[in-house]
């Protein structure tokens, strides 16, 4: 199970961090990613991170490049995305997901709103 935090309501230009805890199941071994879904639209890849046997590498779409950061604690369980600069087009539900073989894991989302 993967439970999602830190959203909200945030101004343009502003900063939010989202966390994501996984529960009865350790990340270590797991690519974790981010995906973001806005009203009408299909769900998009933001940002993964790979696991510390495959190097620890990131991936970030190109609409938010120098902008979010994806890092992942294994010792909690936990993996974040440090989101600067918002705009409002990064307005969207946001999802954390745990990827390993064939199999992984979904969190239910958390909202993301940028306006002034």
């Known amino acids: 199970q993967l439970d999602e935090s830190g959203g909200g309501l945030v101004q343009p230009g502003g900063s939010l961090t989202l966390s994501c805890a996984a529960s009865?199941?350790?990340?270590?071994?797991?690519?974790m990613r981010w995906y973001r879904q806005a009203p009408g639209k299909e769900r998009e890849l933001v940002a993964g991170?790979?696991?510390?046997?495959?190097?620890?590498?990131?991936y970030y779409a190109d609409s938010v490049k120098g902008r979010f950061t994806i890092s992942r604690d294994n010792a909690k369980d936990t993996v974040y995305l440090q989101m600067n600069s918002l705009k409002p087009e990064d307005t969207a539900v946001y999802y954390c997901n745990a990827a390993r073989g064939g199999g992984g894991y979904w969190g239910r989302g958390t909202q993301v709103t940028v306006s002034s």
């Open positions: 009865r199941f350790s990340i270590n071994a797991y690519t």
């Open positions: 991170i790979s696991s510390a046997g495959a190097g620890r590498n990131t």
